[in-house]
């Protein structure tokens, strides 16, 4: 299995890139900057996944080296904390051009690949807790993360008749570099709002992208799994 993960090189995305190299997949990764993963089924790019022009190149340049994609996993991500009324134009452009362009432009490209070499495929993009909840602080980046999860219904009906699925999974907080500059308050306010009262854990998230992608789950496509027990 071919499986695409952007946000690679650290924090949640290199875990599922090390998890799927581990059980003997090609995976292929991208972030901003280089890696030190290094293994014989990885290749890397140097991506920056707001920028259009450079998904479209790296993707075509996937299609060439590995023939395909059979599993897009649209990990990355960037969050900012700030009340609605301190948050510079800029910081919000930015959360919306990585957060749901990102995502989009992946989308699109990989699809065009999955269509021409007649793949199966999956999809899997990323959401928050944080949307279904309101929380306070997180406007912006809520509501990027809302963006996609209605980006992804919609991607589900058209991409169906080419024989792919578009899902969409909402995690609770997780120990990752995302997470380590918001205030311990914030995150025990979002721990407090789950049935199930704790961080998440990378495997946690592994378990619903593994669920995503099985072959079982053909019939299963527009949906948004959040964890810990949080609902729209």
Known sequence: MRVLITGSRKGIGRFLAETFLRRGHIVIGCSRGETDLEHNSYDHFSCDVSDELAVIRMVREVGKKHDGIDVLINNAGIASMNHILTTPGETAKRLFDT????????????????????IPGRMVNFSTIASPI??????????????????????????????????????????????????????????????????GHKTDILNVIDFFISEQSEFITAQTIYLGGVHD
């Open 99 to 118: 957060n749901v362009l990102g995502t989009a432009f992946f989308c699109r490209e990989v699809a065009k690949l999955m269509m021409r070499r007649k």
């Open 134 to 199: 309101n929380l306070e602080g997180e406007a912006f980046y809520a509501a990027s993360k809302a963006a996609i999860q209605k980006f992804t219904q919609i991607a589900a009906k058209e991409f169906a008749p080419l024989g792919i699925t578009v899902n969409c999974i909402g995690p609770t907080p997780v120990e990752t570099d995302l997470i380590r500059a918001v205030p311990a308050e914030k995150i025990n306010l979002l721990v407090e709002s789950q049935a199930i009262k704790r961080l």
